[in-house]
Every structure is written in structure tokens, then in C-alpha cells.
Nanobody, 120 residues
Framework: QVQVVESGGGLVQPGGSLRLSCAVSGSIFSINPMAWYRQAPGKQRELVATITMGGSTNYTDSVKGRFTISRDNAKNTVYLQMNSLKPEDTASYYC??????????????WGKGTLVTVSS
């Protein structure tokens, strides 16, 4: 059984910072890639950032220069450092992990989300 657990969400003022963490546990061979998505009320879920096992990253334009994704492969953990937060960053943030197995099969795992609220 694979579990994906996010943490670190909360209420922050505009211009503030938060760091999200996501730990993947259970029987999994490797994880590639890992990613953060977000979903604001009344909107579709969108991809925020991705990171490969080798450390290559991609970001959606709206967070470039403000958010940084990183991972600890030994701990199967991915992080999202969010700086200069804006009210429009308010959303539930979801961790996504693609499990890769020796057979070559891939399974996508999702966390239950952590709420980030940016408000004064």
C-alpha cells in the first residue's frame, strides 16, 4: 500500500512564504517524476511544478521565480518552497507521484491535498 501525505499548508499574508512537504511511503520501486498541482475553488486542477529523479524541474509561468520544487530521493519526499505568495495562489495543493516498477509499469499516486490560503 502506497501512501502520499502532504503537509505544510496554512494561512499566510500576501508576500509571505510557506514550505510544503510530501512524503511517499510503502512498496514502491522508484518515483519519477514527482509534482505539485493545485486547485482553487471553482477552477480546474492545474500543474504547478514537476521534478524528475535527476533533478530537472519545470514550472507553470505564474509561479516562476517565486516557487522552488526540490526532492530527497532517499526519503521519497518532494518539497515546494513558495515565496512572495499572492492571493491568487490560494488553493488546495496536491502532491503527485508516478511510481515506476521493475516490470516497467507506472502507477500515478495522489495525496489528499493541503490548503494554502493567502490573505491579509
Amino acid at each position: 500500500q502506497v501512501q502520499v501525505v502532504e503537509s505544510g499548508g496554512g494561512l499566510v499574508q500576501p508576500g509571505g512564504s510557506l514550505r510544503l512537504s510530501c512524503a511517499v511511503s510503502g512498496s514502491i520501486f522508484s518515483i519519477n517524476p514527482m509534482a505539485w498541482y493545485r486547485q482553487a475553488p471553482g477552477k480546474q486542477r492545474e500543474l504547478v511544478a514537476t521534478i524528475t529523479m535527476g533533478g530537472s524541474t519545470n514550472y507553470t509561468d505564474s509561479v516562476k521565480g517565486r516557487f522552488t520544487i526540490s526532492r530527497d530521493n532517499a526519503k521519497n519526499t518532494v518539497y515546494l518552497q513558495m515565496n512572495s505568495l499572492k492571493p491568487e495562489d490560494t488553493a488546495s495543493y496536491y502532491c503527485n507521484a508516478v511510481g515506476v516498477f521493475p516490470s516497467g509499469s507506472r502507477i500515478v499516486y495522489w495525496g489528499k491535498g493541503t490548503l494554502v490560503t493567502v490573505s491579509s
